[in-house]
């Protein structure tokens, strides 16, 4: 029986993720996006910075997404948000970029969410990014 609080769950997984971005290329541009998510998420809503992170598309970008769409869609027990991630995605950040991937992740939460659902997946999002940024301060490389 798993006894974690959600934000235990939250600060594993996020733990877990930290130590995969830990010697990739884009360790230092990711740790630096990591931290101004949030003020991003905040300014212009969960919807428009995933559109951002996806028109950048650039493997921290593609991470980031990847991050927040596993948790939301696969490893959180509220499972409010009924999107589709596949974790091989991980391996090969690419594909995430296909339209119909970038549809599986944004229609659940920009186009088919109720207004509280969205709520939902921005603030878990955000709480998610807290154990994320905390983890990046402390073990991934420094970016500009």
């Known amino acids: 029986m798993n006894n974690k609080t959600l934000e235990q ?3 594993s997984y996020a733990f877990e993720k930290i130590k995969e971005v830990i010697n990739k290329p884009y360790e230092k541009d990711f740790s630096s996006l990591i931290g101004r998510l949030p003020t991003l998420i905040l300014t212009n809503g969960l ?29 959180t027990d509220l499972k409010i948000i009924k999107g589709e991630f596949n974790r091989e995605w991980f391996d ?28 939902f997946a921005t603030e878990e999002t955000l709480r ?17």
């Not at 090969?92 to 709520?119: C, F, G, M, R, W």
Request: proline share 1%; glycine share 4%.
């Open 47 to 75: 919807g428009n910075t995933l559109s951002f992170l996806f028109s950048k598309g650039k493997n921290h970008h593609l991470m980031a997404i990847a991050i927040i769409s596993d948790w939301l869609f696969n490893e």
């Open 128 to 144: 998610l990014l807290n154990w994320l940024k905390r983890f990046s301060e402390a073990m991934l490389k420094k970016g500009d």
């Open 9 to 11: 769950k939250r600060a």
């Open 92 to 119: 090969n950040l690419e594909k995430i970029k296909d339209k119909n991937n970038i549809a599986n992740i944004l229609n659940p939460i920009v186009l088919e969410a109720q207004t509280h659902e969205y709520i």
